[in-house]
């Protein structure tokens, strides 16, 4: 509904995101950016607005702010794992938290939807890896439990992925 105001809500959006700054109406962990409300509707409403999401996660100060781990679950509920979707979906795995937890491992099963996710996970920092991986497979212990069950061409993703946590 009224998608001829997405454009003004991204540029509000865009001009209000900035970091360590928050709405002042909570405090500590409730924390929220500016434009973060316009942000979540976007990205949940349209595809186009994908990158905005991940210009917002790359403002995000995850010290102080838990909000976006409730939007990151909706997303990937919302989006699922495609082409489009995944760049953004990293991103916010990015400034997660432990206590997110992803119910997209039944996605997973495709080989094609793993193969983009071990793509995506081998091109970040070493350091963030696990980071991404932890809200959809837990430790890395489960990671490699599931790995050993796995059959191929299956096993072989989720050995990359695997290598790609175990390097964090």
Avoid at 51 to 73: G, R
Avoid at 128 to 152: D, H, M, N, S, W
Wanted: charged share 30%.
């Amino acid at each position: 509904a009224y998608s001829e105001l997405y454009p003004l809500l991204e540029e509000y959006a865009r001009e209000a995101m900035e970091e360590f700054v928050w709405y002042e109406d909570t405090e500590g962990e409730k924390s929220v950016m500016p434009g973060s409300y316009a942000v979540f509707g976007l990205g949940l409403a349209d595809e186009r607005y994908f990158p905005l999401v991940e210009t917002y996660m790359a403002l995000v100060d995850e010290e102080h702010q838990l909000v976006q781990d409730k939007f990151t679950a909706v997303f990937a509920e919302t989006h699922g794992i495609t082409e489009r979707s995944m760049p953004a979906l990293i991103a916010c795995l990015r400034c997660s938290h432990d206590s997110l937890k992803l119910r997209i491992q039944p996605e997973l099963e495709s080989e094609g939807k793993l193969s983009l996710l071990v793509q995506h996970v081998e091109a970040l920092p070493d350091y963030e890896a696990e980071r991404v991986l932890y809200p959809i497979f837990g430790k890395a212990e489960k990671l490699a439990a599931l790995t050993r069950k796995a059959q191929e061409p299956r096993k072989e993703l989720l050995l990359r992925l695997l290598k790609a946590a175990e390097q964090a």
